[in-house]
């Protein structure tokens, strides 16, 4: 059973940075950010393999950036310029096959989720 943390959400404002994490207990071959805010259905933000091929939603593109570090097994979610539409609960998501690996496949493990609040 793989065991997911993430952290690094916080609070800021709109244009700035936050850099979230996602430490997995053992070896996985996909790893994803999805997010979820009230009233609104989950959306795939941002998906990477061991390779370090990734895919991004529309939304996010040339603002987020995910990487990966396989030694230790984590993710990391670069945001940049951040907006008010951002806030989200952010959750990490992975499966242990390296494929396939897209926002739109289903994962078998997930983190807690970590908060992401955007100010205006």
């Known amino acids: 059973q793989v065991q997911l943390v993430e952290s690094g959400g916080g609070s800021v404002q709109a244009g700035g940075s936050l850099r979230l994490s996602c430490a997995a207990s053992?070896?996985?071959?996909?790893m994803a950010w999805f997010r979820q805010a009230p009233g609104k259905e989950r959306e795939g933000v941002a998906v990477?393999?061991?390779?370090?091929?990734?895919n991004y939603a529309s939304s996010v593109k040339g603002r987020f950036t995910v990487s990966i570090d396989n030694e230790n097994e984590t993710a990391h979610l670069q945001m940049n310029k951040l907006k008010p539409e951002d806030t989200s609960l952010y959750f990490c998501?992975?499966?242990?096959?390296?494929?396939?690996?897209?926002?739109?496949?289903?994962?078998?493990?997930w983190g807690q989720g970590t908060q992401v609040t955007v100010s205006s």
């Open positions: 998501a992975a499966n242990t096959e390296a494929l396939p690996c897209r926002r739109d496949i289903s994962f078998s493990y």
């Open positions: 990477i393999d061991r390779a370090g091929g990734t």
């Open positions: 053992e070896s996985v071959g996909c």
